[in-house]
């Protein structure tokens, strides 16, 4: 086939699919779907090392639906805030949650993507409605998506938000790569997981062992 | 602008997917960075510099087909494995996972079941095109 006949299919292909990918409506979308992704990874880092987990839904009750919300979610307000997984870890207890607003070091609000939360910080929170803080966060993920290359400016934010948020594990992780973003955020002292797609399932599998010997150190 | 990639951007704009056409064309006006070696003046010796320069119009459409395998082919890719992910804690083996509006308790559509067959047809298409680079 030419190139000319390629693209030529490849576009009516393209609106053959349109309909059937509600999923593509808008980049929230698409964020939600790799945050969730990347949340999984997560999940698998702590069950290799041998937390037990479980489903709660928005009220902190046992739920066999985990939903997800598509915009920033307030812990204590139910129909703002996702689902999430509870953690037990050697007996110390946390949440990992997806979305959720959490207040930095200059007291200003940061939906984080994905995040570990100290159980005792988020009941406190939820009964008394107010943000959780910054020191009680033991991971935070910032999760990006794009199609082919990563605009220099999400490695600005990524360092923005860091300062916000003093702790160990904390890292910018995207489907692709960027050399500027990687120079960038390792200049400063963090660290970036890139090229974490299923089209790179070794890198996902090095990903998963690498937030397990992190989360062994903090948990 | 390459004259495949113009029509594959008219495309993603008819079909209401504009945002990932904006994707792509600002990619392509950031252009890429590249290294070169300088003199110094009045030296014999030379430094390591960078530049931006505009991307090939061969890389245009590479760059605009890999945006389009992003999208329409890993991203159902990923939200499957994240389901098979979950599900690998013995716990949380029959948890279903879903994406709802802010206050609503339904589910987002995301995928139909036709669009896996047509998935795949295009991830063919699309390999075949990255495989001539």
Request: hydrophobic residues 40%; glycine residues 6%.
């Amino acid at each position: 086939m030419s190139r000319r006949q390629t693209i030529s299919a490849i576009t009516s292909l393209l609106r053959a699919i349109a309909p059937n990918i509600p999923a593509l409506s808008s980049p929230i979308r698409t964020d939600k779907i790799y945050e969730i992704f990347i949340l999984s990874c997560v999940v698998r880092a702590l069950d290799s090392v041998g937390a037990q987990l479980e489903a709660r839904d928005s009220n902190d009750e046992t739920t066999s639906t985990l939903v997800f919300r598509l915009g920033p979610g307030l812990i204590y307000n139910p129909s703002s805030a996702p689902g999430f997984i509870y953690i037990n870890y050697q007996g110390r207890e946390y949440e990992l949650q997806n979305g959720v607003r959490v207040l930095g070091r200059s007291n200003v609000l940061h939906e984080l993507d994905v995040c570990i939360i100290s159980r005792a910080e988020a009941i406190n929170c939820r009964r008394n409605q107010i943000d959780p803080k910054q020191g009680h966060i033991k991971l935070l993920l910032e999760c990006k998506f794009y199609g082919a290359t990563l605009p220099l400016h999400l490695g600005r934010e990524y360092l923005g938000l860091g300062t916000e948020f003093s702790l160990r594990i904390k890292t910018m992780v995207s489907n692709q790569t960027s050399g500027e973003i990687h120079a960038l955020i390792t200049k400063h002292r963090g660290t970036e997981n890139f090229n974490i797609s299923t089209a790179n399932q070794t890198n996902v599998d090095m990903f998963v062992q690498w937030l397990a010997n992190e989360l062994r150190q903090v948990l | 602008m390459d004259k495949y990639v113009a029509e594959l951007l008219v495309t993603l704009r008819d079909i209401g997917f504009s945002w990932i056409a904006e994707e792509i064309e600002e990619t392509i006006h950031s252009g890429k960075s590249i290294e070169k070696e300088i003199s110094e003046i009045q030296g014999r010796r030379t430094k390591k510099a960078s530049m931006i320069v505009p991307l090939t119009q061969e890389e245009q459409l590479m760059l605009c087909l890999e945006t389009v395998k992003a999208y329409f082919v890993d991203l159902s890719d990923i939200w499957k494995e994240a389901g098979k992910n979950i599900s690998k804690a013995e716990s949380l083996k029959t948890l279903h996972i879903q994406i709802s509006e802010i206050e609503s308790i339904e589910p987002v559509d995301l995928f139909t079941p036709q669009f896996k067959g047509q998935k795949e047809n295009l991830l063919k298409l699309i390999v075949e095109e990255l495989g001539h680079e």
